[in-house]
């Protein structure tokens, strides 16, 4: 596997040991910052980061990467935040196209919602990037490897349960191609594992106050289901798992597990207590994403034509096993 730091196509390999995962992504992050002195210059550039929000651990983090390493290449951001709110995002992606910015990198959105208006940011001839949004407008777009974070999280659940038992699941953020893709991997594994059925029907995660509804949905659904009825919940990402974890803990139904994607600290804090109900998270690691799409960016003006539709960064499955290790890799405070 190439050097996370160069644009790269990476291929489904056979699933690792989560430790191998992380000494593996380890030696890649160190590739990446060894080479930090090869990324073209930005200087006298005007670089527009719009951000759909930078309220969850995974938002901000991608977002201040952004920022500092234009900063540090010498150009100026230009910084827009939309607060999760679609028309807050759409206006803002109007606003960009006002303001003629040399690049922009767009972070997160529904796809239906703003691929209207990255269109239009690519006809006016400006470049556009993406983080986690993979519209046929963008030059590039860099993401985590979503097909393999869906397959690790799925694999680890079925080995978890045995392979039996009832799954409730947070889908309610299809729309998102990273969410919809990593519930399409959690679809496919099941199919061999007859003895896991999804709970019909399925809940909604909601935004904002995403940890208290998941709470609230989580603890009247147990008083539903008697111990024994339900094997695990599974989300697309880790912040509905906080709350559904959270719940499981006051309950004290120790004999359900909780399953997620990003690695946001205050799971990973969960994970590390001796009841802690979270059989998994897939952590990303947003502050690479971040630094590596505006490098893409750099590339692309410094003239580099060659960048790949997409560029996708190593996720590491974290358990009680190797929390401490990916603390580490990722420089967890």
């Known amino acids: 596997m190439p050097a996370i730091a160069q644009p790269y196509r990476q291929r489904r390999a056979p699933l690792l040991p989560a430790v191998a995962v992380a000494v593996l992504c380890a030696c890649l992050s160190v590739l990446a910052q060894a080479d930090d002195t090869s990324v073209p210059s930005l200087a006298g550039k005007r670089i527009a980061i719009s951000m759909t929000g930078t309220s969850h651990y995974f938002d901000i983090k991608a977002f201040q990467a952004q920022v500092d390493e234009v900063k540090r290449l010498g150009g100026t951001p230009i910084t827009l935040d939309a607060g999760r709110n679609d028309k807050n995002l759409v206006t803002q992606l109007q606003t960009v196209v006002t303001q003629k910015p040399d690049a922009v990198i767009q972070t997160l959105g529904t796809l239906s919602v703003i691929d209207p208006w990255l269109k239009r940011i690519s006809k006016a001839g400006i470049p556009l990037f993406t983080i986690d949004a993979p519209s046929q407008y963008s030059l590039n777009n860099t993401t985590s490897d979503n097909i393999a974070t869906g397959k690790a999280l799925a694999d680890q659940l079925i080995a978890d349960t045995g392979g039996k038992g009832n799954i409730l699941v947070f889908n309610g953020f299809y729309g998102v191609p990273v969410c919809a893709i990593r519930y399409d991997q959690l679809t496919l594994a099941l199919k061999d594992h007859p003895g896991l059925k999804i709970i019909e029907p399925q809940l909604r995660d909601v935004i904002p106050n995403t940890v208290q509804d998941a709470y609230s949905q989580i603890s009247a ?20 798992q906080l709350g559904a974890s959270k719940a499981l803990v006051d309950a004290g139904r120790t004999e359900i597990k909780t399953y997620g994607v990003d690695g946001t600290p205050e799971v990973l804090d969960l994970l590390e207590r001796a009841d802690s109900p979270i059989g998994a998270v897939v952590a990303q690691q947003p502050a690479l994403i971040g630094k590596t799409a505006v490098q893409n960016v750099a590339r692309y003006l410094a003239g580099q034509r060659d960048l790949p539709k997409e560029t996708q960064v190593g996720t590491l499955l974290t358990t009680a096993a190797n929390v401490q290790q990916v603390h580490q890799l990722r420089g967890d405070q």
């Open 221 to 240: 659904l147990l008083n539903k289901y008697p111990k024994g009825s339900v094997s695990a919940i599974w989300a697309a990402w880790d912040i509905p």
